[in-house]
C-alpha cells in the first residue's frame, strides 16, 4: 500500500546550504518542543543523516521542508529557495503575526519579529515561548556581540514599528531579512553572521 500523508498538522521550512542543514541540532530541538512524539525526533535526525545529500542535490541551496499529519506520519522533501516578494515593514508583520498563531498551537514560532529604536533591540515574543532553530541562533548572537534586547509578548502594530530605526524579519526559511527602507546596524550584524553561516558549509 503506498503510503499517504494526512491532514497537516505541522509544517516546518528550514533553509539548506550546500546541501547541508546549517542550524541541524536548533532545528531539531525546536521539532522536538513542538510536542511531536520522540521517535519522530529521531526519524527526522537519521533522515538528514542518510537521505539529505542525495535530496538536496537538485536544490543544494533550498529548503526542506518536514510536514508532520494529523496522525503523527511525516515526510520530508527539498525543493528550491524562494526569496520573500514583499520585505515591507507591514509584510513583515503579517508573517510574525501568522507565526505567533503558529506558536499558539505548536509552541514555537517559525519567524519573529525584532525592532530597534533608539539602540534598544525588542524581540517580539514571549520569554516563555521556546525559541525557533533561527531565533534561538540570533538570540545567541545578540549575546556573542554584547548585545542586550528585551521580550514584548505582543506583536507591535504597525504606527509603532514604522517609527523605529530598524525592523527585521528572523526567519528558519529565511534567515534575517530587513524591512524595506529599515536596515541598519544591529541588522546588518545579524544578517551577516546569518550568512557566514550559510557560507561555512560551501
Known amino acids: 500500500m503506498a503510503f499517504e500523508l494526512g491532514i497537516p498538522s505541522l509544517i516546518c521550512r528550514w533553509r539548506l546550504a550546500n ?8 532545528h531539531l530541538r525546536a521539532f522536538s518542543q513542538r510536542g511531536v512524539d520522540p521517535a519522530l525526533v529521531s526519524w527526522a535526525k537519521q533522515h538528514i543523516e542518510w537521505t539529505l545529500a542525495d535530496g538536496a542535490a537538485a536544490n543544494p541551496d533550498g529548503v526542506l521542508m518536514l510536514v508532520v499529519d494529523e496522525e ?3 515526510a520530508m522533501s527539498v525543493g528550491p529557495y524562494k526569496a520573500l516578494g ?6 513583515l508583520l503579517q508573517r510574525a503575526m501568522q ?3 503558529e506558536a499558539a498551537h505548536t509552541g514555537v514560532a517559525p519567524e519573529t519579529l525584532w ?7 525588542t524581540a517580539y ?24 534586547f528585551t521580550y514584548e509578548a505582543q506583536i507591535s502594530d504597525a504606527q509603532t514599528l514604522a517609527a523605529a530605526d530598524e525592523v527585521f524579519l528572523v526567519s528558519d526559511e529565511h534567515g534575517v ?4 527602507g529599515k536596515l541598519g546596524t544591529y541588522a546588518k550584524q545579524m544578517a551577516a553572521d546569518y550568512q557566514k553561516l ?5
Do not use: W
Open 198 to 202: 550559510l557560507a561555512s558549509f560551501s
Open 99 to 101: 507565526a505567533q498563531t
Open 115 to 121: 525592532a530597534v529604536a533608539a539602540g534598544q533591540i
Open 177 to 180: 531579512i530587513a524591512a524595506a
Open 72 to 74: 503523527g506520519q511525516a
Open 125 to 148: 515574543l514571549d520569554p516563555t515561548e521556546k525559541l525557533s532553530g533561527a531565533t534561538s541562533l540570533v538570540s545567541d548572537l545578540t549575546a556573542a556581540h554584547h548585545m542586550q
Open 86 to 91: 514583499d520585505t515591507s515593514t507591514n509584510a
Open 19 to 26: 546541501g547541508g542543514l546549517p542550524l541541524e541540532n536548533r
